[in-house]
C-alpha cells in the first residue's frame, strides 16, 4: 500500500456508498484502486496521463472521476459518511461556521469548449457520454472560489464550489442548502444547525432574513457601511444586529480547517477545465477528510 493510499478501514466505510455492477457485462473493476489513483492525483496534481502503472490505466481513472462527478455519485457519497458520523455523535450541531477561499486557476483549465462534450445521453447515445447532474455543465471562469462550510469541533468538513467573483453574501445561503445529513433510523434529513457563524463578508440583510425565517441563530459582525447606513435610516433602520464575541472566536476552528483540503495539490490550484469536474475533485478532497481516523 502506498503513502496515502486508503486503509483497509477506510475502504470498508467507502466501499458500501460505490456503484457496483448491475446486470451483464461488468463494467466496474477495481475500485480500490481506481480511487487511490485520484486521490494520488489530487496530492500531487500531475496531469493524468503521468499517472503511475500501479494503479492501472490513467484514461480509466480520468474518465470514472470525471463520470462520478458529472452524475452526482461524488456528491451522495459524503451524506452516506456524514450519516455514520452522525449516528456516532461525530457531528456537533451547535454551531456552523462558513468561511470561504480562492483557489487561482492554472493555465491548463483554460481552453474549454463552451459546450459540454458530455452533456447527454439516451438509448442511442453514443459511447462516452454522462447523464450530468441539472446545473453540472456551467463552467466556474478562469478561476474557481470554494466555499468550505465547517462545523465547529473539527467534525464536518462540507465543501462546494462557486464561480470566482461570487462574494461571500451572495453564496452563504446556497451553501447552508448543502448541509443534508440523512438520518440512519429514519425521517427527513437533518438541514438545519443550531447556530450559524460568519465573518462581516457574509453579512447581508438577505442573509439574515433567511436565518430568521429558518429559526437559526447567528452571530455575523455587521460591516462599518451597514451600521452607517441603518443609523442614517433613523427608526425605520430598525435595531442593531446582535452580536457575540465569545461565540464569534469559536470560528477560529474553520480558519484552522481552511487549510487541510488545501493540502492536496489539484484543489489549491485548478487544474481541471470542467467546473463539474472540478467540483468533483473538491468533493473527493471532503470525502478523504472525513475517512480519516479522528
Not at 470561504?100 to 438509448?123: D, E, F, I, L, N
Not at 440523512?182 to 438541514?191: D, E, K, S
Not at 436565518?211 to 452571530?219: A, E, F, G, S
Amino acid at each position: 500500500m502506498g503513502r496515502e493510499d486508503l486503509s483497509d478501514e477506510e475502504w470498508a466505510r467507502l466501499e458500501p456508498h460505490l456503484p457496483t455492477n448491475r446486470g451483464r457485462g461488468g463494467r466496474w473493476r477495481c475500485h480500490r484502486r481506481v480511487i487511490n489513483g485520484i486521490l494520488f492525483r489530487q496530492r500531487t496534481g500531475l496531469p493524468w496521463r503521468d499517472l503511475p502503472p500501479c494503479f492501472g490505466s490513467w484514461k480509466t481513472v480520468h474518465d470514472r472521476h470525471r463520470r462520478w462527478s458529472a452524475d452526482g455519485t461524488w456528491e451522495r457519497i459524503p451524506r452516506a459518511v456524514q450519516a455514520d458520523a452522525d449516528a456516532g455523535g461525530r457531528i456537533d450541531w451547535s454551531t456552523v461556521s462558513v468561511d470561504s477561499t480562492t483557489c487561482r486557476a492554472h493555465q491548463h483549465a483554460a481552453g474549454a469548449s463552451p459546450v459540454p462534450r458530455w452533456s447527454q445521453v439516451g438509448a442511442g447515445g453514443r459511447c462516452g457520454t454522462v447523464p450530468m447532474r441539472p446545473g453540472a455543465a456551467r463552467e466556474a471562469g478562469s478561476r474557481a472560489r470554494s466555499t468550505l462550510p465547517e462545523k465547529v469541533g473539527a467534525v464536518r468538513s462540507g465543501l462546494s464550489s462557486c464561480p470566482a467573483g461570487g462574494g461571500d453574501a451572495p453564496q452563504m445561503i446556497p451553501v447552508l442548502e448543502e448541509i443534508r445529513v440523512p438520518r440512519q433510523a429514519g425521517g427527513r434529513p437533518r438541514t438545519r444547525p443550531d447556530h450559524v457563524g460568519g465573518d462581516k463578508a457574509s453579512s447581508s440583510r438577505r442573509n439574515r432574513r433567511h436565518l430568521r425565517r429558518r429559526q437559526i441563530k447567528h452571530t455575523i459582525p455587521a460591516p462599518r457601511d451597514q451600521r452607517a447606513n441603518r443609523r442614517r435610516r433613523g427608526s425605520q433602520g430598525g435595531r442593531p444586529t446582535g452580536f457575540d464575541k465569545t461565540i464569534y472566536r469559536c470560528r477560529n476552528e474553520v480558519e484552522r480547517t481552511i487549510n487541510r483540503p488545501k493540502n492536496f495539490r489539484a484543489v489549491a490550484t485548478r487544474f481541471d477545465k470542467r467546473a463539474y469536474v472540478f467540483r468533483g475533485t473538491v468533493t473527493v478532497a471532503a470525502i478523504r477528510l472525513w475517512l480519516r481516523p479522528v
